[in-house]
């Protein structure tokens, strides 16, 4: 078994948001995400899996593919289909989250 504990040293950026990988394997991620005040992540998908989001502090805005806007905070779950675009802004107080995927892509050279 491994633990991670999540909200300990968290790193924040000075102008773009930063995201810790915290488990990766064939099976799977999840990813610490943490945005200072009004920082934000510009509309993007992940091709191959749903992305599904907690949070875990403070408040952000964010919208899916039907562009509707969302306030979410602590203890919500969000859920974005495969290939689903998605944006997210941090409110005044920042914003972490972990998002889990399913799978890593392997790269094609």
Excluded: Y
Aim: aromatic content about 8%; overall charge negative.
């Amino acid at each position: 078994m491994k633990v991670i504990t999540l909200l300990e040293n968290l790193k924040f950026g000075v102008s773009d948001s930063v995201a810790t990988p915290l488990h990766v394997d064939a099976d799977g991620r999840a990813i610490l995400f943490t945005l200072g005040p009004n920082q934000s992540i510009r509309e993007h998908n992940a091709p191959s899996s749903p992305f599904f989001v907690v949070v875990l502090m403070g408040e952000g805005v964010f919208s899916g593919a039907d562009g509707n806007e969302h306030t979410c905070s602590v203890n919500s779950l969000l859920v974005f289909d495969a290939g689903e675009q998605h944006a997210i802004r941090a409110l005044s107080e920042g914003l972490v989250f972990v998002g889990f995927l399913h799978g890593v892509p392997t790269s094609k050279t």
